[in-house]
């Protein structure tokens, strides 16, 4: 079992983030004014740059509504100062206090015995309600925003039911939020409190109030977090876990920043009996005009992932920007070592692109890679890669140059890949007859020539290349005709040839309300013989059919198949499979799909489905099933019920059953109970298949207004559960 409490002090991450937006401004009202107006208030002095006002001050400028007992605004800086019940209103959020300092040049504001009622807009996706914001005071920049003395809840209630107190809380958009003396307050009771605590807003999952549970690989645990600052912009925080299956373990987190340098060190390691470490660490730094980033990450059995085995990864990347581009030097090294064997793998790369001009651009690559293993397998090899290419009036010249090269004694090396060099040239008849002629005839064509590696022979061949395509559609009434040709043809140094002849013919035809015939034709064939793998294709010659026609408004009925003329020519069965679907839709509230396939060489029904939804208010019923024609089993049907409520309580079920091994693989429930801004929640999480399968139950608290990740729902592989037929469905 799994119990983790109150989860919604993480949430208070989200308000602030959106906060600074910290110091930035709520969205503006597209109806107010953008000049400066004064609607209300008395003038009691001008100097043509400031205005001052008094008694019940209402202006407005820049899309906002400003209230104040008085107000000063200066023209030239764009900043107001409002005092006596200061009030700013954009669309959707408002910003109170005694007194509001608003600068609408840099969209920032810093207020006094503050109040802000945050929307779900302003919040950018953070909340699905208003959050209620007080504080003592508050401002900043919008890179690092602090508040003293702040209280946030979701609940509209004069005396709120539940509130998030600090004493102050300094925000670093997508860094972090920190803060000091939390306190979660239910119905006047302090539920909780920390002197201080980080909450990094860049990632996922961390978790800094107790988690307690079970899970097969480390039996009962409590795991612990606590943060501690350090001079500056750095703190750490310092793990103390407990596993009954593994023992304890103790980790420590370095999270450290200065002017040009961020970076970030985690170790962690388990001493019981299967003694499991990991070191990893993310640095990154302005070095001369350009930028260093390195990773390394270094695993000693980890249990979950590789437990007999120790892993090494490292990378390293220099960034140097140029007017025109940058150029980019990197390191990568990857080793392990599990069960006797080892094996390393490393590469040096270079690569510089530049835009000369807009018509002119050029890339560069190149690349040394090794590897080599115990087991005595040795290679090393270098990549290069130029491109450049040119747009000119008529016609796009592109240049490449491409080469493998191995290195030492490596054997067995081939590449097929390498162009020795290629001169490429496209063009269209819009580029060379002009736009009327182009959207008579839309021709495309290209041109190439180079030598390219000849696998046969490990040498190389001169190929020139000439393709010319065209694809155009016509309609008329409800009528469309498509149709499209292609000719390639290839010639080679060593006396061989190869053209290929492609062409298409399409019919359309619309009637009725959504009913629709199509008919196509493909031939595909090529002639002669190529010498090169990338040039050789294969053979097409059928016909394709697709009818779609709404019986009833409510029900739409589509059949698709096609006739395979090879197939008949070598006597075997040229139907293709026959596919067959319809749709009934009598209401808003109801679906209802079936589709079923008939392999016409097989001749059995090969796969049915169905698939039904019903939506009423919010609950919501999905129903999905899967029959196996060809083993004559249900194969998996799914079940999701969501949105059952009783009073306060709300029922939530899904349910995937695999009809092959005639057992669950998945079973979800989920019951909540409203608390009017707040909601307790068990899940009952049950995998029976996929990576760390197994049970898992959750009691927590969370407020209505953040959104929260829960596992109701979804699979061990991420997929979903429930409303479907399962994979390959």
């Not at 997508?174 to 409190?193: D, S």
């Not at 292609?486 to 062409?503: E, R």
């Amino acid at each position: 079992m799994r119990a983790r409490a109150l989860l919604a002090a993480i949430a208070f991450a989200g308000v602030v983030r959106a906060q600074t937006q910290g110091s930035q401004l709520p969205k503006p009202n597209p109806q107010a004014s953008q000049e400066f107006k004064i609607l209300g208030g008395n003038l009691e002095s001008t100097d043509g740059d400031t205005y001052v006002l008094t008694g019940a001050v209402r202006a407005q400028f820049k899309g906002y509504d400003i209230y104040a007992d008085k107000l000063a605004f200066t023209r030239s800086t764009q900043i107001a100062r409002l005092e006596g019940n200061g009030r700013l209103v954009g669309e959707g959020s408002e910003v109170f206090g005694d007194v509001v300092i608003v600068d609408f040049k840099n969209d920032t504001f810093q207020f006094e015995d503050g109040k802000a009622r945050l929307s779900p807009e302003m919040l950018k996706g953070e909340a699905k309600d208003d959050v209620y914001l007080t504080a003592g005071s508050g401002g900043g920049t919008e890179a690092n925003f602090t508040i003293r003395k702040g209280m946030f809840t979701t609940c509209d209630k004069l005396i709120p039911h539940s509130k998030f107190t600090v004493d102050s809380a300094r925000v670093r958009p997508n860094k972090y939020v920190e803060l000091r003396n939390a306190r979660l307050e239910v119905l006047g009771h302090t539920i909780f409190g920390v002197p201080y605590l980080v909450i990094p807003l860049i990632e996922d999952g961390t978790r800094y109030l107790p988690d307690i549970g079970q899970s097969p690989d480390e039996g009962y645990y409590i795991k612990t977090r606590f943060s501690t600052p350090l001079p500056g912009e750095s703190y750490f925080d310092t793990r103390v876990d407990y596993m009954t299956k593994l023992g304890p373990a103790f980790g420590l987190d370095y999270i450290y920043e200065r002017d040009g340098l961020t970076g970030k060190i985690k170790a962690y390691t388990v001493s019981g009996a299967d003694k499991f470490s990991t070191i990893s660490a993310t640095h990154q730094q302005d070095l001369g005009p350009g930028k260093l980033m390195f990773d390394a990450n270094y695993q000693s059995h980890n249990y979950l992932t590789a437990p007999q085995s120790t892993l090494i990864n490292t990378r390293a990347q220099y960034v140097l920007p140029w007017m025109s581009g940058n150029s980019r030097f990197s390191w990568y090294r990857v080793g392990s070592d599990r069960a006797g064997f080892s094996s390393l793998s490393q590469s040096f790369s270079f690569s510089d692109g530049h835009a000369w001009n807009k018509n002119f651009n050029t890339q560069l690559d190149a690349n040394l890679a090794r590897s080599e293993s115990s087991s005595g397998t040795d290679s090393e090899r270098f990549d290069l890669r130029f491109n450049s290419r040119m747009d000119l009036r008529t016609v796009t010249a592109d240049l490449l140059y491409q080469r493998s090269i191995p290195v030492g004694g490596t054997a067995g090396f081939s590449s097929s890949t390498d162009r020795t060099p290629m001169l490429t040239l496209k063009t269209d008849s819009r580029r060379l007859f002009g736009a009327d002629f182009g959207r008579v005839w839309p021709l495309q064509s290209e041109f190439s020539i180079g030598e390219l590696a000849d696998p046969a022979s490990g040498g190389t061949l001169t190929r020139m290349d000439f393709n010319l395509g065209l694809n155009r559609t016509d309609t008329k009434g409800n009528s469309s005709l498509r149709w499209s040709g292609g000719f390639k043809q290839g010639i080679y140094s060593d006396d061989t040839a190869q053209y290929v002849l492609d062409y298409s013919l399409g019919w359309s035809y619309a009637f009725g309300r959504r009913s629709k015939l199509d008919i196509g034709y493909r031939n595909h064939r090529a002639f002669g013989f190529t010498p090169l793998s990338i040039d050789r294709t294969g053979r097409n010659d059928a016909f394709s059919v697709d009818l779609s026609y709404q019986l009833v408004p409510t029900l739409l009925l589509t059949a698709r198949s096609g006739y395979d003329v090879l197939q008949a020519d070598r006597g075997s069965v040229p139907w293709q499979q026959l596919w067959f679907q319809s749709a009934w839709n009598p209401s808003k509230s109801i679906v209802v799909k079936t589709s079923s396939t008939y392999d016409t060489f097989s001749q059995v029904w090969s796969n049915m489905r169905l698939d039904a939804t019903y939506n009423v208010g919010d609950m919501r019923v999905g129903f999905g099933t899967r029959y196996d024609g060809r083993r004559s089993v249900w194969g998996s049907s799914s079940l999701l019920l969501q949105g059952l409520k009783f009073g306060r309580t709300t029922f939530s079920t899904a349910l995937d059953w695999n009809g092959y091994t005639e057992r669950f693989e998945a079973q979800h429930y989920s019951i909540i109970y409203d608390l009017h801004e707040a909601e307790m929640v068990l899940d009952f999480i049950d995998n029976n298949v996929g990576f760390r399968s197994g049970r898992q139950i959750a009691l927590f608290f969370r407020l209505k207004a953040f959104p929260t990740r829960s596992p109701f729902g979804s699979g061990t592989r991420g997929q979903a559960i429930g409303g479907g037929t399962g994979i390959g469905g």
